[in-house]
């Protein structure tokens, strides 16, 4: 396509191209005669471009973000990207629309206050912690840059002293037995990864798998060709509500903390089906003397370096993630399988 004919489809102007080109962001082949020719790698990030400038992203970020390649699945990469862009974006107004709804407040109920530089110091920090977020957005929990060597990693423990994923597909298996004894015909899994437990479970079983990180989905997509994948994570407002007999997560929940595990749960509970079941693998604690107890065992070996690891997540409370659960009207099952794993099984009543 030639500089004309991108300029009409995007209503942007000759000298905007010139300037990505000079930036080294998009830089299309020249034809013999020396015109430009821009070709689909070109507009698939032109179009990524237009979008990332909108949100007020500076060109130079631009590039960064654009210079990563794709062999495959450019398409779904590119919109990925835009969608947590767009998301990051979201997150940074409403932090400061709280912040500036707070010092509103304030304000209309001080006494004769004639100095706000306190309110705008508060704006200022708002906008710091905002930069500081945006720094490392693109892949927080480092799930994306983990998907290729996900299935190796979990399966063989490398470099895992404190075993964390110990009889990993004996878990799985677990699950899938769960599965098979409440006779579920319709399961959705939150924070699917790869989809291993997909693998383990009855063809018929009409499954879907969520994961917030595109790497683990599309690793997944290649693995199971037909199956069934959305974006998203624990908290999300479910997309649909009342369907499935099943909502399963494997080693995925202790990346919440309490009052995420809170909200997470209810909207869990709204996947479901009345007396369905709610069924999490996870690395857990039966309360608060068995977690101190292995974090003195830890310390007394000399190894206050493992148990840094541990410190590092939110490891589940049952007793206390119990006691919420019973509030939600849930009849509450659990069972111990392997050193921190546990099986925690949750039916909606």
């Known amino acids: 396509m030639n500089t004309k004919k991108v300029c009409m489809q995007f209503s942007i102007s000759p000298k905007s191209l010139r300037i990505y080109e000079d930036l080294d962001i998009i830089v299309p082949n020249r034809e013999e005669n020396n015109y430009r020719n821009y070709n689909e790698d070109d507009i698939l990030k032109l179009r990524q471009l237009i979008l990332l400038k909108e949100m007020g992203i500076p060109l130079k970020n631009i590039k960064q973000l654009l210079a990563k390649k794709f062999d495959e699945d450019k398409i779904i990469?590119?919109?990925?990207?835009?969608?947590?862009?767009?998301?990051?974006?979201?997150?940074?107004?409403?932090?400061?629309?709280?912040?500036?709804?707070?010092?509103?407040?304030?304000?209309?109920?001080?006494?004769?206050?004639?100095?706000?530089?306190?309110?705008?110091?508060?704006?200022?920090?708002?906008?710091?912690?905002?930069?500081?977020?945006?720094?490392?957005?693109?892949?927080?929990?480092?799930?994306?840059?983990?998907?290729?060597?996900?299935?190796?990693?979990?399966?063989?423990?490398?470099?895992?002293?404190?075993?964390?994923?110990?009889?990993?597909?004996?878990?799985?298996?677990?699950?899938?037995?769960?599965?098979?004894?409440?006779?579920?015909?319709?399961?959705?899994?939150?924070?699917?990864?790869?989809?291993?437990?997909?693998?383990?479970?009855?063809?018929?079983?009409?499954?879907?798998?969520?994961?917030?990180?595109?790497?683990?989905?599309?690793?997944?997509?290649?693995?199971?060709?037909?199956?069934?994948?959305?974006?998203?994570?624990?908290?999300?407002?479910p997309f649909i509500k009342n369907e499935f007999d099943v909502v399963t997560s494997t080693f995925a929940f202790h990346h919440l903390n309490f009052v995420e595990k809170q909200k997470a749960l209810k909207l869990l509970l709204c996947y479901l089906k009345p007396g369905g079941i709610i069924i999490i693998a996870d690395l857990m604690f039966l309360g608060h003397k068995e977690r101190i107890k292995q974090k003195q065992y830890l310390l007394e070996k000399g190894r206050k370096d493992l148990w840094v690891i541990i410190e590092d997540e939110y490891y589940t409370d049952i007793e206390k993630i119990k006691d919420y659960a019973e509030q939600l009207g849930c009849k509450v099952k659990y069972e111990h399988i392997v050193n921190f794993t546990w099986i925690l099984l949750l039916e909606n009543r």
């Open 77 to 237: 990469h590119g919109l990925d990207l835009q969608l947590k862009v767009v998301d990051n974006k979201i997150n940074e107004l409403e932090n400061i629309k709280i912040t500036l709804e707070q010092s509103v407040n304030e304000a209309l109920n001080s006494d004769g206050v004639t100095d706000y530089s306190d309110y705008f110091n508060k704006i200022d920090r708002c906008l710091s912690d905002n930069k500081e977020i945006r720094s490392n957005w693109m892949d927080k929990w480092g799930f994306d840059s983990w998907a290729k060597s996900y299935d190796d990693s979990v399966k063989k423990n490398v470099g895992d002293d404190l075993n964390l994923f110990e009889n990993y597909d004996f878990v799985l298996e677990s699950v899938s037995k769960l599965i098979c004894k409440y006779k579920a015909r319709k399961v959705i899994d939150i924070g699917c990864g790869t989809a291993n437990l997909y693998g383990k479970i009855d063809n018929n079983i009409d499954f879907t798998g969520v994961d917030q990180s595109i790497e683990m989905l599309l690793k997944a997509k290649a693995k199971y060709p037909n199956i069934n994948l959305r974006l998203g994570n624990f908290l999300d407002e």
